[in-house]
């Protein structure tokens, strides 16, 4: 009898007592808005954005609805108009050129190589044709951000990082969201912290940071927050910059806070379980692993591996039986765009040339959650299922050719 894995790949960790106190005495004195505050009150909202601007070593952050809205945002500030074209990563989630495009912008998607990251000669190939890249560290991959930043710099291209999957990540020490002008991050449910939904902004920029927070839906009332620039930054924007309501509100940024104080231990505990994975898929014939330079600290919050040139039909098998023995592989070769996976060309508004290099490693790439509800042995069955399942395959397809 082949053993079976019983665990669940998207059973997140409880909130915090700590948290959850938090959001009944919120839900008890009822100001939930972040601006309604008692008197000498800081509120929730603003000491989160302090505390967060701490942890990622920024001037200023501001507090969000999603992920998405952070991008967005980010954008606008930066001066991205409809008709303007974005760079971006061919190798992403939906909600990345989904932002780009609810500018009414448009999407050039950049490659992406077999180390899971931006494909840089195709960025500097790329560079003279938009002002803007959003840099999506897509799974927590992040790429050589010293020729990145150069790239760019050098082509005159604002960078923008998506740090959906790298908070409390860092590229030589520098944490990510930190390397471009503005740093997203997302505090929805799958992510490293968990309010559901929720989204956080960091920049060094004063006129940047006064524009998002005026974005967001100040209402003029600025001056409650306290990672911002001074009152006076706001003074010419404040009569041209449009409110696009997207504010966090305090219920959310009660729960965020405790998390905030826990994420180091927590990002260790991932990268403890991606570390067990790795070992346990090490050596399967036929199967890549994607290698972490020693440059990047990385939070494995979850795995990727390739089977690069493998026939579509036996990827496919492989997916089922490991999803028949409990392990749920996501394969972003697959040609409908299903669950969360999805390509660039399932993007039809944001048409691009071929990339068959992208193509190649998409066609071959799997994908799974480590949550930290599994245990180091958990982590360890599951490598062993997949790496039996792969032998079998490979002998399988190896004997049909
Ligand atoms: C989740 C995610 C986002 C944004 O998330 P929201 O769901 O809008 O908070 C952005 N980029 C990537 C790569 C993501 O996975």
Redo the contacts with the bound molecule.
């Keep these: 009898m082949s053993e079976r894995f019983t665990g669940n790949f998207t059973q997140q960790e409880p909130i915090p007592e700590e948290g959850i106190a938090a959001a009944v005495e919120a839900m008890r004195h009822g100001r939930l808005h972040r601006y309604n505050l008692a008197p000498g009150e800081a509120g929730e909202v603003a000491l989160l954005e302090e505390e967060f601007a701490a942890f990622t070593g920024a001037r200023y952050c501001l507090a969000v609805a999603?992920?998405?809205?952070?991008?967005a945002t980010a954008l606008r500030a930066v001066g991205v108009r409809p008709g303007d074209a974005v760079l971006s990563n061919a190798f992403?989630?939906a909600?990345?050129p989904g932002?780009i495009a609810s500018l009414g912008a448009r999407p050039i998607h950049v490659g992406v190589t077999e180390a899971l990251t931006i494909d840089l000669d195709d960025l500097a190939a790329k560079a003279d044709r938009a002002r803007v890249l959003l840099l999506?560290?897509?799974?927590g991959h992040i790429a050589d951000m010293d020729r990145l930043m150069a790239i760019c710099d050098a082509a005159g291209v604002t960078v923008i990082e998506?740090c959906?999957?790298t908070m409390g990540a860092a590229w030589r020490g520098v944490p990510s969201g930190r390397h471009g002008a503005v740093g997203?991050y997302?505090?929805?449910t799958?992510?490293h912290m968990n309010s559901g939904?929720?989204?956080l902004i960091v920049t060094d920029d004063a006129e940047l940071a006064a524009r998002m927070i005026l974005f967001s839906g100040s209402y003029m009332l600025y001056a409650r927050h306290r990672a911002a620039p001074p009152p006076e930054a706001f003074d010419r924007l404040k009569w041209e910059t449009p409110n696009v309501s997207g504010r966090m509100d305090n219920l959310r940024a009660a729960i965020l806070r405790p998390q905030l104080r826990g994420l180091r231990a927590r990002c260790a505990a991932w990268t403890e379980r991606y570390r067990v994975v790795e070992e346990g898929l090490r050596g399967t014939p036929g199967l890549s692993l994607v290698e972490r330079p020693a440059e990047e600290a990385f939070v494995g919050s979850s795995f990727q591996f390739l089977l690069l040139d493998w026939p579509a039909e036996a990827i496919a098998g492989l997916v089922a039986r490991c999803a028949r023995r409990g392990v749920e592989l996501k394969w972003f070769g697959e040609a409908e765009p299903r669950g969360?996976t999805s390509r660039y060309d399932s993007w039809r508004y944001a048409p691009s040339e071929p990339m068959p290099a992208t193509d190649r490693v998409l066609a071959g790439l799997l994908d799974m959650r480590l949550p930290l509800t599994f245990s180091l042995e958990d982590c360890a069955q599951v490598a062993r299922i997949i790496r039996a399942e792969v032998q079998a395959a490979a002998q399988g397809h190896q004997a049909a050719e």
Excluded: I, N, W
């Design positions: 999603s992920g998405g809205y952070a991008m992403t989630l909600p990345v932002a999506s560290h897509m799974r998506d959906a999957h997203c997302s505090t929805q799958y992510k939904e929720g989204g969360f």
